[in-house]
Structure formats: structure tokens, C-alpha cells
């Protein structure tokens, strides 16, 4: 597999709508981003998505919910570690499942506005801003999936170009092709894996909000900033 476009529902991701095809070997939308071209193959969706948004898949297209996801983030060291919001989800289920060399996000930089349109269709809920145990550092899940793609030789780039909470580098949509992962120190990573096994906040249901006694927040913090840290590029 090539290059995946993983795509959001920011204001700005309506861009894509124009965008040529031909980058991109597979479109993965999340939730109602399907909406935004109809070329997608895949719609990924959580069990509460409303069913009067869910979208119809036709020929060449799956819709993946969590029975797809759960397992994928799952192999992933789980929700407690990788964050639990569906851009983060949905990348890691893309990195499972399809095995791109590049996966390429466009309208998941979890940037909201206090006031005024806030998703491409108009308003909506700020998941990934909401108090939630496993998002207290969006910069560090991101930093954490990028280098766990880069093990897997999958470039994690940001095709936007406005503010974002997601660390991986910028790319332009004409450039995609040409993306690479950076190279990253492995003692950092090995570091924050260890630390990720020896605390053991895995949750194989999913439902980690249903285990919350479990898990620290220092904890959490202090391998969140691991994380930030083994998403240092290595330099000449």
C-alpha cells in the first residue's frame, strides 16, 4: 500500500473536495468526512456516531467501526497510551490494517474556535479538547504515533498549513509521494515502551473510562513527556 489520505472534519478540509485523486491510493474518512468526496474507501466511525450520518458504502468502499478499531489500537499498547480520539484511532487502525507507506492527515489538527464554524459542516463537539484521562498531551499521542509508524517505515506528514496540535511534519498534497519517515533515536522509544509494559494501563474492551481507578495521571504525564521526546528526529 502507498499513501493513505487520512481525513478529518475541520473548516479547511473541504480543500480536499478539489483535490486530484491521483496521490492518494486510499482515502480514509473520519466520521463525517465522507461527506467531503465521494471517492473514499473507507469510513471509520465509533459506536456513537448517529445513524442518521452514517454513510452507505458501495462498491470499493468498507465502513470501520470499533470492531475493526479496537483490536488495531489494541496492537498499539491500547486507548490509555494512543489517545482516545478518532484521529488518533483512526491512525493507528490505518497503520494496522492497510500498511501505507505514507499516511497523510488533512483536517484533524484539533484546532476549535470559541466562537463560529468549528467542522466543515458547521458546528460541533470538541472531542479531542473534552477532560479525558488519555488526552491530556495531544502533541505527545501524536508524537507517539508518528514514531511507532515510522517503525513500520510509514511517514506520519500534516498536509495542512494552519495552527495544529499534531507534530508531524508539513507536506504538500502534490508532495505526498515523496515523504518519508524520519529517523528516530531508539533509545527514547524502547524507553517509553518499557515504561508503557511495566505500568500495564491496557484495556481490551476499549472502555478504558470504565477502569479509571486504574490509571495515574502523573503517570500518564510522565509518559506523555517520554513520548515528546523519543519524537525527536535524529540529526546529522
Known sequence: ?????????????????????????????????????????????????????????????????????????????????????????????????????????????????????????????????RADITLRSLAAKSARLMVLAAHQGCAMVNLSTGPSRLVFPRCAPDQVGLAQPHAFPEGPSAKALTREAELAYTTPSGRYWEELHRFDPDQIDRLDALWLEAGQPMTA
Not at 452507505?56 to 468498507?62: D, I, L, N, R
Request: proline share 11%.
Open 1 to 129: 500500500m502507498g499513501v493513505v489520505l487520512l481525513l478529518g472534519s475541520a473548516p479547511m478540509a473541504a480543500e480536499a473536495t478539489g483535490w486530484p485523486r491521483a496521490p492518494f491510493d486510499q482515502i480514509a474518512a473520519i466520521n463525517n468526512a465522507w461527506r467531503i468526496r465521494p471517492d473514499w474507501t473507507h469510513a471509520i466511525y465509533p459506536w456513537d456516531f448517529p445513524p442518521d450520518r452514517h454513510p452507505v458504502a458501495g462498491p470499493g468502499q468498507s465502513l470501520v467501526t470499533e470492531d475493526d478499531f479496537v483490536p488495531a489500537q489494541n496492537a498499539f499498547g491500547g486507548f490509555v497510551y494512543a489517545g482516545a480520539t478518532m484521529a488518533f484511532t483512526a491512525g493507528y487502525w490505518v497503520l494496522h490494517a492497510l500498511r501505507p507507506k505514507v499516511i497523510a492527515v488533512f483536517g484533524c489538527d484539533m484546532q476549535y474556535p470559541a466562537t463560529g464554524q468549528t467542522h466543515f459542516y458547521g458546528t460541533g463537539s470538541p472531542d479531542p479538547l
